[in-house]
């Protein structure tokens, strides 16, 4: 496997009555989540612990001290520099002793060659209950968004799939007479590569629904 890394983004959310939650991260952007959450509403299928998306917008869901953001960060862990009182023998940790009295700059020099022999690689693997089954430089949020709004044309609406061409095309060009539009309209409804491209996103659509009820996004396999 090729290590890659990873930013976690922290955040610290309130609970209802004010108070504040541990620091947490997440591996993932909070727009992923945002598009797993629309997949879930839109299929009504998802894991029981999600709660009942019917009650919620996004917002509200990632806040609820039950849901959102609880299914998705990280363990809570302490931080990575801290003043102790009681020194304890745990893996990947040290513990110097500093003469506070000390000159700043050496002590700075020294901590950093410190580090540099010592440091090992971060653990980046994700600890979370629910996690995207792709590292986020390769989700393609727009293309699922394109796919979820195909699935919901064709599948629920049940519109054709040239009227699914139709609702993509950009507003007509100022240089376009109407009579051109409409001959580019129809001639893109009736593209054959156009209406092949449609049918495949269905089927992807199918395939991210069929992960999303069993927790897991966007498609394919872990």
């Known amino acids: 496997m090729v290590w890659m890394r990873r930013t976690i983004f922290t955040y610290r959310l309130k609970n209802p009555d004010g108070s504040l939650r541990d620091a947490r ?9 945002r598009e797993w959450f629309e ?13 009942n998306l019917d009650l919620y917008e996004f917002d509200d869901w990632w806040k609820h001290p039950n849901y959102g953001f609880e299914l998705f960060c990280e363990p809570s862990k302490p931080e990575p520099l801290e003043v102790v009182s009681n020194i304890t023998n745990q893996k990947n940790y040290a513990y110097l002793q500093v003469d506070l009295t000390a000159d700043e700059k050496k002590l700075e020099r020294m901590f950093q060659n410190f580090i ?9 693997k994700s600890y979370a209950k629910y996690q995207p089954i792709r590292h986020q430089q390769f989700l393609k949020l727009n293309s699922y968004k394109r796919y979820r709004r195909t699935y919901v044309m064709r599948e629920i609406e049940g519109k054709s799939r040239g009227d699914v061409i139709e609702d993509r095309m950009p507003p007509k060009p100022p240089h376009l007479t109407n009579k051109e539009w409409k001959e580019k309209i129809h001639a893109d409804r009736n593209d054959l590569d156009f209406l092949r491209s449609v049918s495949r996103e269905v089927r992807k659509a199918k395939l991210i629904i069929k992960n999303v009820e069993k927790g897991r996004f966007p498609y394919g396999k872990p």
């Open 25 to 33: 991260g997440l591996y993932w952007k909070k727009e992923t989540y």
């Open 116 to 124: 540099k022999k010592n440091s090992k690689k971060p653990d980046v």
């Open 39 to 51: 997949w879930a509403k839109m299929s009504g299928k998802y894991p029981n612990d999600w709660g």
